[in-house]
């Protein structure tokens, strides 16, 4: 069974940095396509950044390049740098991978820019 638990969101102000883990059970991440999305109040989710089965690569929203990095550990876990923080960025956060033709995702964990 594959499920995805997101943390480290919380409220912080413009500038800070955060780090998103997605602890992940029933799949091995280095050998999938992982996604991270996010959902502002009041708008359609949207994506953030993807990684690539191996070293294949990254992809990056406009909004977030140069600030956001995505990254993995060899087997479980998935993490979100997220730097430069802007009160934009406000949203709840989903990991999101592609397991044998299926999307599946996480429950979202809350990220809150303010001053």
């Known amino acids: 069974q594959v499920q995805l638990v997101e943390s480290g969101g919380g409220l912080v102000q413009p500038g800070d940095s955060l780090r998103l883990s997605c602890a992940t059970s029933?799949?091995?991440?280095?050998?999938?396509?992982v996604s991270w999305f996010r959902q502002a109040p009041g708008k359609e989710r949207e994506f953030v950044a993807r990684?690539?089965?191996?070293?294949?690569?990254t992809d990056y929203a406009d909004s977030v390049k140069g600030r956001f990095t995505i990254s993995r550990d060899v087997r479980r876990t998935l993490y979100l740098q997220m730097n430069s923080l802007k009160p934009e960025d406000t949203a709840i956060y989903y990991c999101?991978?592609?397991?044998?033709?299926?999307?599946?995702w996480g429950q979202g964990t809350q990220v809150t820019v303010s001053s």
């Open positions: 990684m690539g089965p191996g070293g294949s690569g």
């Open positions: 999101s991978v592609i397991y044998r033709g299926n999307q599946y």
């Open positions: 029933g799949i091995v991440v280095s050998s999938l396509h």
